[in-house]
């Protein structure tokens, strides 16, 4: 296996004071987690999954955010849809906006309406693609333009639609690796201005673009990405990330972010990690 080599923060990072702001997460139980089917290269159903460590590992998430500050509102979670403890792909809600996911894989459509119903009951005013989009796996907001990823799971189609409902800036890079099949896994946005990446799960055009928009961007090594390590959820300064990412949470430490490590290894059996369980709310 090839290891991509790690560069580090530049010198202007490391100094750099980061600010924690105060985040509104909602999150969905893993009750019903279980591994029925294969929709990516992690997912295998002849490996047992055991769902009261799932449980405990997710409730140690929650109290995390809620020890660090933020709000964290609870979805009920849907008998008949082991996936939607992946809160993130349900959706991305901005401001009153809240783009509905429409997933690639009709085992997911159920989570589209569960997540839709939270949002209408919540005061949101929902909107729903044409073409397929998986919520934040794909759409992450970085200060004020969206990231989007496409290539296996959201049509790129619908990046036009949601960047017209939003009115900001989107940018969209090509995901060509299937283990990193959502924009989350393989670019994490760590404050408005700093992002983090594995380069080769990008198409050389997109890292060529990654390396525009973000010239002091992060870029991670091998064992930190197949470990998940760049499914995130940052508060501008305490990063909360795979426990398993060692590597990455030293460069974290180095531009002067605060590593925060969760073990999720039971969730990631199905192909999710931190971001993958926490839809955010921007404001």
């Known amino acids: 296996m090839t290891s991509f080599s790690v560069a580090t923060a530049s010198e202007a990072g490391r100094h750099r004071r980061r600010e924690a702001r105060a985040r509104h997460y909602v999150m969905t139980p893993p009750a019903h987690f279980a591994v029925e089917y294969s929709i990516n290269p992690w997912m295998d159903i002849e490996t047992?999954?055991?769902?009261?460590?799932?449980?405990?590992q997710w409730e140690t998430l929650r109290r995390t955010y809620q020890a660090l500050g933020h709000i964290v509102d609870l979805v009920e979670p849907v008998s008949g849809l082991p996936d939607m403890v992946y809160a993130a792909n349900g959706g991305l809600v901005v401001g009153a906006t809240a783009v509905v996911a429409n997933f690639a894989y009709p085992q997911r459509a159920g989570e589209a309406v569960a997540y839709g119903?939270?949002?209408?009951?919540?005061?949101?005013?929902?909107?729903?693609?044409?073409?397929?989009?998986?919520g934040q796996g794909d759409?992450?907001?970085?200060?004020?333009?969206?990231?989007?990823?496409?290539?296996?799971?959201?049509?790129?189609?619908?990046?036009?639609?949601?960047?017209?409902?939003?009115?900001?800036?989107?940018?969209s890079f090509e995901l060509v690796d299937p283990r990193f099949y959502h924009l989350d896994t393989a670019l994490a946005v760590l404050d408005d201005t700093t992002v983090a990446y594995y380069p080769p799960a990008f198409s050389?055009?997109?890292?060529?673009?990654?390396?525009?928009?973000?010239?002091?961007?992060?870029?991670?090594?091998?064992?930190?990405?197949?470990?998940?390590?760049?499914?995130?959820?940052?508060?501008?300064?305490?990063?909360?990330?795979?426990?398993?990412?060692?590597?990455?949470?030293?460069?974290?430490?180095?531009?002067?972010?605060?590593?925060?490590?969760?073990?999720?290894?039971?969730?990631?059996?199905?192909?999710?990690?931190?971001?993958?369980?926490?839809?955010?709310?921007?404001?």
Not at 218 to 234: H, T, W
């Open 139 to 171: 759409l992450l907001v970085a200060g004020s333009i969206l990231l989007a990823g496409y290539g296996f799971r959201t049509d790129r189609r619908a990046h036009g639609e949601i960047a017209q409902w939003l009115g900001r800036p989107t940018y």
């Open 117 to 134: 119903d939270w949002m209408v009951r919540h005061g949101y005013e929902p909107v729903w693609t044409r073409h397929t989009n998986e």
């Open 48 to 56: 047992p999954v055991d769902t009261a460590l799932a449980l405990i």
């Open 204 to 283: 050389n055009a997109s890292r060529v673009s990654l390396r525009t928009l973000f010239p002091d961007a992060i870029e991670v090594a091998s064992s930190d990405a197949y470990a998940f390590g760049l499914n995130v959820v940052s508060d501008g300064r305490n990063v909360v990330l795979p426990a398993a990412a060692t590597g990455f949470a030293a460069q974290l430490r180095d531009a002067g972010f605060n590593p925060v490590g969760v073990d999720l290894s039971e969730l990631l059996k199905g192909g999710g990690s931190i971001k993958c369980c926490t839809l955010e709310v921007h404001s």
